[in-house]
């Protein structure tokens, strides 16, 4: 089932460019969720301020994270009783005025497939983020309902997202 989404952050689009493949927006997405199993990696190396330059370079990320059954609502825990392991691996590509990157996501112990690319864009002194995706669960007879479920609850991801995105631009300013 196929989603588009329109996300508004309240930082400028050289900020957003430099948090997103940041360790610092790794570990405030993980505190939110309450993992505590999980690694992120990026390519060149980033932390915020640390000099790359994410309005001209390339910058890949990729963060490995394990989510215990526990955590999911009780119909999910009866579909994924082992919980999932997760790979999101996100390629950062910047151009003149706007980004793409690009979502590989794995999610092992899950009759799941995601395919996402999000557009950045800056729009006066924010930033517009829109993710356009597919999601195919392939559970017989069920797939289908479960597929528009999550697509429904997509933008209130992503909403939730950007309120940390924002949260650590704030954090960190225009150092």
Do not use: C, W
């Not at 356009?132 to 909403?159: A, M, R």
């Amino acid at each position: 089932m196929k989603f588009s989404v329109d996300t508004k952050i309240n930082a400028s689009f050289a900020q957003i460019l430099q948090i997103l493949p940041s360790e610092e927006l790794a570990q405030a997405r993980a505190k939110a969720l309450g993992l505590s199993d999980y690694t992120f990696s990026t390519d060149p190396g980033n932390r915020i301020n640390e000099g790359v330059d994410t309005n001209t370079s390339s910058v890949s990320s990729e963060l490995t994270v394990s989510v215990q059954s526990t955590m999911f609502p009780a119909q999910m825990r009866s579909l994924l009783p082992r919980g999932i392991n997760a790979k999101i691996k996100a390629n950062q590509v910047p151009s003149a005025q706007s980004a793409t990157i690009h979502f590989d996501i794995t999610i092992l112990g899950a009759p799941v497939k995601v395919n996402s690319v999000a557009k950045v864009l800056p729009e006066s002194e924010n930033t517009v983020m829109t993710y356009v995706g597919d999601i195919k669960v392939s559970v017989p007879f069920l797939g289908g309902g479960i597929e528009k479920k999550v697509v429904e609850q997509i933008p209130h991801i992503l909403g939730k997202d950007a309120v940390i995105i924002e949260s650590v631009a704030k954090q960190f300013g225009n150092r």
